[in-house]
């Protein structure tokens, strides 16, 4: 065999997978193929001056790369069964939560010390929540910030790197089971090992679903998120998100009862686009650095769409929305909040007259003829219920962004050791289906590689 073990995708999944097999020198022959390219290759053209929009690169450098999606990213690591994914159910809530703190631990011990662990235990805003219909999960989140979350996964890369084959601008193109493992096909070139593991993200969704039906691994997918960005000024929210960072809030709306809650809350942030398969979307980011920092706090307002039978492509779905926003605006469409309550566009003159100057430059326009009206009604009942715990939420000048999808990669059945139905082919983080975040996806990485070490050994 040319290896022991290959990963496929070197996302936080693939790192942390990669990072365990070889923290001890167990003479472990280890390659990590990438499609995407090295960490301080990743630059993205977009630069609001020259470049404005997506440009559909041939390898997106938001997405893929060293680092995976989560290289520019926020950076939070949840602690939390709550949300993030459902590793938990796979591995078991107390197990879940020890891989998590234990991944938290290796980011403190490569750059993250000083950075702050918020909680919501004990916090006041439970009660505020819960007296206007909200409900506050509990969760501690890590707040890396883009900056130090680059520094965490470069002093990672140069960990790695001698013990590690990496191998990057290598899209794997096919996965074929051989005597004893199995053969990983890039472009000409044929790799064999005795175990694989698949973390291949969101941006390999399209690439999973041809390998599960390839070989015959049953998928199974349902649900996408879909809603909007809000963007607001930061002192609105400072009360919330200086105590707890980042808030995952509930409300159930009253009109449908359908649960709309906060997602990727970036105090001080900026919002940014992201490039799925060529379908531009809306997400956010910020620095831990204040003078990185703006005077704008951005969450995501999201309803998760789940579908039942006979409809199954829940992406699909969540893509022809997106891709109407891109036809109306070539992008990302931002609409003022009083625009969109009084049934009107936003244009360049009602945005540049308004008190909030926006941080992505996004295509004024109307969300209400790109979002189906029962999840945009959701979402404005939720400004206006986040409007009592944080006055102003709901002013004219709060700027939405859309569309903002979170894609759910189908799921794909794998045992409780996170194994499909081939012996050692694991299948891993985001592109697995069973996580949906920076510290599910690490977490699950550090499991399959333990467990990989453990039926080496005996
Ligand atoms: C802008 C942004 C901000 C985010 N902020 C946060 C946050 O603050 N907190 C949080 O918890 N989550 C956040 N997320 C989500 C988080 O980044 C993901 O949940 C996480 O990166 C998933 O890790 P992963 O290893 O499963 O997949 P990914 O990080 O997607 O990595 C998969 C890798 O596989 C590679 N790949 C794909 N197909 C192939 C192939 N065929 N061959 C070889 N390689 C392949 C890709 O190039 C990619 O590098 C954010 C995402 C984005 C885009």
């Avoid at 996302?11 to 923290?23: M, R, S």
């Avoid at 890396?144 to 990672?156: A, M, S």
């Avoid at 945009?376 to 006055?391: F, H």
């Avoid at 975040?437 to 005996?458: N, Y």
Wanted: glycine share 10%.
């Amino acid at each position: 065999m040319d290896y022991d073990v290959i990963i496929i995708g070197a996302g936080p999944g693939g790192i942390y997978a990669a990072y365990e097999l070889t923290k001890e020198d167990k003479g472990l022959k280890v390659g990590v193929f990438e499609a995407g390219k090295k960490l301080e290759e990743r630059k993205c053209p977009i630069d609001g001056d020259k470049i404005k929009t997506c440009i559909n690169c041939e390898s997106c450098s938001i997405m893929s790369g060293f680092g995976g999606a989560g290289a520019f990213s926020d950076g939070k690591y949840n602690i939390t069964n709550d949300f993030g994914g459902t590793l938990h159910e796979y591995v078991g809530k107390e197990e879940a939560i020890r891989l998590m703190e234990y991944v938290d631990s290796i980011n403190v011990a490569h750059g993250g010390a000083g950075t702050k662990l918020y909680t919501t235990a004990n916090s006041s805003f439970k009660k505020l929540c819960r007296q206007n219909d909200l409900i506050l999960l509990d969760a501690s989140v890590r707040h890396l910030g883009t900056d130090i979350n680059y520094i965490v996964l470069g002093k990672l890369y140069d960990e790695l790197k001698d013990k590690v084959d990496f191998r990057f601008r290598t899209p794997v193109t096919k996965i074929d089971v051989i005597d004893g493992g199995y053969m990983v096909t890039a472009g000409a070139e044929s790799f064999t090992c005795k175990k694989c593991i698949v973390s291949v993200g969101r941006s390999g969704s399209k690439w999973m679903e041809e390998i599960c039906s390839a070989l015959d691994i049953p998928t199974e997918s349902n649900r996408v998120d879909l809603g909007v960005r809000v963007e607001i000024p930061a002192e609105l929210f400072s009360h919330i998100t200086d105590e707890l960072y980042e808030s995952k809030i509930v409300y159930k709306t009253e009109k449908f009862e359908d649960k709309v809650r906060t997602f990727c809350m970036n105090p001080r942030g900026s919002v940014v686009t992201e490039n799925t398969n060529g379908i531009v979307t809306v997400n956010g980011h910020s620095y831990e650095d204040p003078a990185k920092q703006t005077d704008m706090t951005n969450f995501a307002l999201l309803v998760a769409k789940h579908f039942s039978y006979p409809f199954k492509d829940s992406n699909g779905y969540g893509e022809s929305i997106a891709r109407l926003s891109n036809m109306l605006g070539g992008g990302v469409i931002v609409q003022r909040f009083g625009d969109l309550i009084r049934g009107r566009r936003t244009n360049y003159k009602r945005l540049a007259d308004s008190f909030v100057v926006p941080t992505l430059k996004a295509e004024p326009g109307d969300l209400s003829l790109v979002l189906p009206k029962r999840i945009l009604d959701g979402i404005i009942e939720m400004i206006y219920a986040l409007d009592k715990i944080a006055p102003g939420t709901a002013n004219d000048d709060t700027l939405l962004y859309g569309v903002e999808v979170k894609f759910y990669n189908m799921e794909v059945k794998v045992n409780e050791r996170l194994e499909t139905k081939y012996s050692g082919l694991y299948m891993i983080g985001d592109g697995s289906g069973v996580t949906h975040s920076l510290s599910h996806a690490s977490a699950s990485g550090v499991f399959v590689a333990r467990d990989i070490l453990k039926s080496m050994q005996a």
